[in-house]
């Protein structure tokens, strides 16, 4: 999974790079929001601009990502493709992550300055 991860106010925003969250980038994805969570980080901004397509298991490791910030995280997702949205409303995930158009957007929403730290 090729992916930026920039550290903006109290948010992290994790940019992913390519156009497909399938089975192994979803696990690199989850895996890499564990590795966040475990050294402190409670918000987390998913940029999704580049992606296309989200499978199952993508979805899965957005959703688990999610649980791993546990009750007092916040884990919101910007950038969504119109293929991505359709997704989050078919499965009804659309009524359980909060989404953005924009970073900006996100970012103000979360109360962090939308420049870089």
Known sequence: MHAETEVVGDTV??????PRLD???G???R???????????????LDLTAVE??????????V???KLLG???RFQLCGLS???????????????FKSFARREDALMAAGSPCSPV
């Open 53 to 62: 397509f989200v499978d199952s298991t993508g979805l899965g490791a957005i």
């Open 27 to 29: 696990l690199k994805l």
């Open 23 to 25: 089975g192994a980038r």
């Open 82 to 96: 119109q293929p991505v949205r359709v997704l989050l409303r078919l499965t009804r995930m659309d009524q359980v």
């Open 31 to 45: 895996q890499k929001v564990a590795e966040l969570a475990a050294g402190g980080t409670r918000s987390i901004l």
């Open 64 to 66: 688990s990502s999610l």
């Open 71 to 73: 009750k007092g995280g």
């Open 13 to 18: 925003v994790v940019t992913l790079l390519e």
